[in-house]
T-cell receptor, first 114, second 111 residues
Framework: DTAVSQTPKYLVTQMGNDKSIKCEQN?????MYWYKQDSKKFLKIMFS???????INETVPNRFSPKSPDKAHLNLHINSLELGDSAVYFC?????????????FGPGTRLTVT | GEDVEQSLFLSVREGDSSVINCTYT??????LYWYKQEPGAGLQLLTY???NMDMKQDQRLTVLLNKKDKHLSLRIADTQTGDSAIYFC???????????WGAGTKLIIKP
């Protein structure tokens, strides 16, 4: 029944490593997002895909690369992890038309870089 | 510029009403949202209001929108300990899919 799911929930890794976070939604939404939430709880949009096409790409380092294999999945790959990448990463999805466009969030992935 | 502003903290006594305020700058915003984030959890959509409405009520929640002043508020009646969370206000720009988020208001419940 989970609407937006993310794996893993926790990720602890060392600087310089490469890691991926996966996201899946079963709501039939066209649009998916990645957000970063820092230690002060500030929420920052990173990327947005609509029907597998990138539509929002905020000023995020090139080390972050989203990939959308299909409309229901949006994965986030991070190369050469840095200490400042430590945060909680949220995936979200929303319908693209015909309504209030509300976003539904996954439970988050807490990334700790040591 | 784009900005959504909220107070960082609000402290209320259990049983009282909580009023969380938010101001935004984009007059073309179409929808405004309130989300709740409990500790260690994701953001949960509480309610939203379309920009042509002044008020929306849903059980203990009342949203008021003053479009002239670009002010949005969320009132929680009979505040309970389970309401303890961070509440985020967000506006949807008319031009794209993007939401502009406030920094969140931490609601603290005093016994």
């Amino acid at each position: 029944d989970t609407a937006v799911s993310q794996t893993p929930k926790y990720l602890v890794t060392q600087m310089g490593n490469d890691k991926s976070i996966k996201c899946e939604q079963n709501l039939g939404h066209d649009t998916m997002y990645w957000y970063k939430q820092d230690s002060k709880k500030f929420l920052k949009i990173m990327f947005s895909y609509n029907n597998k096409e990138l539509i929002i790409n905020e000023t995020v380092p090139n080390r972050f690369s989203p990939k959308s294999p299909d409309k229901a999945h949006l994965n986030l790959h991070i190369n050469s992890l840095e200490l400042g990448d430590s945060a909680v990463y949220f995936c979200a999805s929303s319908p693209a038309s015909g309504g209030s466009y509300e976003q539904y969030f996954g439970p988050g992935t807490r990334l700790t870089v040591t | 510029g784009e900005d959504v502003e909220q107070s960082l903290f609000l402290s209320v006594r259990e049983g009282d009403s909580s009023v969380i305020n938010c101001t935004y700058t984009d007059s073309s915003s179409t929808y405004l949202y309130w989300y709740k984030q409990e500790p260690g959890a994701g953001l949960q959509l509480l309610t939203y209001i379309f920009s042509n409405m002044d008020m929306k009520q849903d059980q203990r929640l009342t949203v008021l929108l003053n479009k002239k002043d670009k002010h949005l508020s969320l009132r929680i009646a009979d505040t309970q300990t389970g309401d303890s969370a961070i509440y985020f206000c967000a506006e949807r720009k008319a031009s794209n899919y993007q939401l502009i988020w406030g920094a969140g208001t931490k609601l603290i419940i005093k016994p």
